[in-house]
């Protein structure tokens, strides 16, 4: 009986030591004693903190990571741009960096997928200066020079050598999270021969050519941002009006969450980043197309139940330019309500603003001057401040005289009109006609004013 139990202890005692098994990341940071440091992971480009602790007086630092943590790109972080991103895929991880200059000092001492994983986007940074500054000589230069053919060939090895170099690692590394990274990091090979506007077409076309849209491991990293927003710089061109960019735009996000619908957790993360992104530089008609012509696979037909990302959806279809403003009652500065739909003008402009918003306080003057220069008036203006706070946004009203319908619900981004339009950042503004339809949704001074002149109100 005794050697039994004996037995079983020995069997139990190793599986439980495994299961406490972790790991250590352990960094030095030159030029940063007794200082905090914090520990992040990411999902997409958001960060969420795991951990944090003081270097000592040598700038040493470390961390415990347990076995159960996900394999990931993780950062190391002490200050705003101060950082380093490292890949964890349940290894032991030490390095040193300048705390000034990190990304020109870091050494990997310790971890095999962060000393291949950094030496390569090293490398990758050199050879694409490299193809930048040949580009134009095989685009431009003449083709029976002598020189043309050292730099077309010399164009053409320095990506056979990357694309060596990857393969290489895949077969030597093949559960390598690193190596997941840098191959969708990776871009089509390119012939040299192809004009700029075959080779722009061909980007287009092959650019997600030998991804796997079914790994959502990446999605613990910022993989994913840094790939569509690679995609989308194919389609842009600063000779482009804002429309004609839209138009563009409208072809990249088709194309890019076409191919990632075969993977639901991938197509939610692609659809939901684009819309944030799309939303916060104002593409209006990129937003209604998105909203018009995508929804999350994993929406509720129940209210209650819906995702944050298909109410953000819904909600763009009902803000979208030519739709009936959605109506909603809020308390004025006196806490009496007001509707929108009571307003009784020949136009509304509708304002959504903050006392802590510098780019609002520095714009609310100027609409303000133009709203007294109305003769006759013809549009009435609903101030809504997104403050918390009674006092700020009052010293705000107070300060600068405005004398049109000032309101709040004082619940800052959880308010009901906030939900109601969207709103995620400030200034954010609707011009409204009598009957409350949407006819421009203005995002900055300039485009306020060019908004009142169209409707003849300037």
Not at 61 to 77: C, D, E, K, M
Request: hydrophobic share 40%; glycine share 4%.
């Amino acid at each position: 009986m005794m050697k039994k139990l004996l037995l079983l202890v020995g069997l139990i005692v190793p599986f439980f030591g495994m299961a406490q098994v972790a790991y250590t990341l352990q960094g030095q940071l030159a030029n940063l004693s007794q200082q905090p440091v914090y520990l992040l992971s990411f999902f997409g480009e958001r960060n969420t903190l795991i951990d944090s602790t003081v270097t000592d007086p040598a700038g040493i630092f470390s961390f415990s990571l347990p076995a159960t943590l996900a394999p990931g790109l993780y950062r190391v972080s002490w200050g705003k741009e101060q950082f380093v991103d490292l890949v964890f895929n349940r290894e032991e991880i030490r390095f040193r960096t300048d705390a000034v200059h990190p990304s020109d000092s870091l050494v990997i001492l310790e971890s095999t997928e962060n000393k291949f994983y950094h030496d390569f986007l090293d490398a990758d940074r050199v050879n694409q200066i490299k193809l930048e500054l040949l580009q134009p000589v095989a685009d431009y230069y003449p083709d029976r020079d002598p020189f043309y053919f050292n730099a077309v060939a010399n164009y053409e090895n320095i990506q056979h050598r990357q694309l060596a170099s990857l393969d290489s690692l895949k077969r030597t590394y093949p559960d390598s999270y690193a190596v997941k990274i840098l191959t969708l990091f990776s871009s089509p090979f390119l012939p040299a021969s192809l004009s700029p506007d075959v080779r722009l077409a061909y980007l287009k076309q092959h650019f997600f050519d030998q991804v796997d849209f079914n790994d959502t491991a990446l999605l613990r990293s910022n993989a994913w941002p840094n790939k569509a927003i690679s995609y989308l710089a194919l389609y842009s061109n600063n000779r482009l009006t804002q429309k004609q960019l839209e138009t563009e735009f409208i072809q990249a996000v088709t194309v890019m969450l076409g191919a990632a619908g075969t993977n639901p957790d991938l197509f939610k993360f692609l659809l939901d980043y684009l819309v944030s992104g799309f939303d916060k530089f104002h593409f209006e008609e990129v937003i209604t197309y998105l909203a018009e012509n995508f929804q999350d696979p994993y929406a509720c037909e129940d209210q209650d139940k819906k995702s944050a990302l298909q109410k953000k959806l819904d909600t763009f279809k009902k803000i979208a330019i030519g739709q009936t403003a959605p109506d909603f009652e809020i308390p004025d500065t006196r806490g009496r309500p007001l509707k929108l739909s009571g307003i009784n003008s020949e136009y509304t402009l509708l304002l959504f603003w903050s006392s802590e918003c510098g780019h609002c306080t520095e714009m609310l003057p100027k609409a303000k001057a133009l709203y007294e220069a109305q003769k006759p008036k013809r549009y009435e203006v609903l101030a809504i401040s997104i403050d918390t706070s009674r006092t700020g946004w009052m010293q705000v009203v107070n300060d600068e005289k405005l004398n049109w319908i000032n309101a709040s619900e004082l619940k800052g981004f959880n308010g009901k009109s906030v939900d109601l339009y969207n709103i995620y950042a400030t200034p954010t503004m609707f011009l409204l006609d009598r009957n409350k339809k949407i006819l421009a949704k203005p995002i900055s001074y300039r485009e306020l004013e060019e908004a009142l002149r169209e409707q003849g109100l300037l």
